[in-house]
């Protein structure tokens, strides 16, 4: 598995993510993700090191976004009972609802 060897710039992963969405994660490539982020195949090479690393960066990018997200909502101090109405909340229909 390839680790990113710098933190990828939003523009990467956001491009990266549209190309999963329109061409499928295995039909894309760096290059795809490098031309609509508008930087070279090389500064995407860089930063992925391959597919696989790109790959690694999308998630986890998804996933601090949700944990972000979820983290605005959560009271952490709360009684288990109360957060499982926000965890249903908010995790189901975000994983129904992607378009990925």
């Known amino acids: 598995m390839s680790a990113v060897s710098i933190e990828p710039d939003p523009r990467l992963i956001s491009a990266a993510l549209e190309c999963f969405?329109?061409?499928?994660?295995?039909?894309?490539?760096l290059t795809d993700v490098?031309?609509?982020?508008?930087v070279s195949r090389?500064?995407?090479y860089r930063v992925f090191g391959d597919k696989n690393g790109l790959v690694r960066a999308v998630a986890e990018?998804?996933?601090?976004?949700?944990?972000?997200?979820?983290?605005k909502m959560v009271v952490w101090d709360a009684a288990l009972a109360e957060l499982?109405?926000?965890?249903?909340?908010?995790?189901?229909?975000?994983f129904r609802g992607h378009p990925g």
């Open 21 to 29: 969405l329109s061409f499928g994660v295995r039909k894309t490539s």
């Open 34 to 38: 490098a031309d609509r982020a508008g």
């Open 42 to 44: 090389a500064t995407a």
């Open 61 to 71: 990018a998804e996933v601090t976004r949700f944990l972000n997200e979820l983290d």
């Open 84 to 94: 499982s109405p926000i965890f249903d909340e908010m995790s189901l229909p975000r």
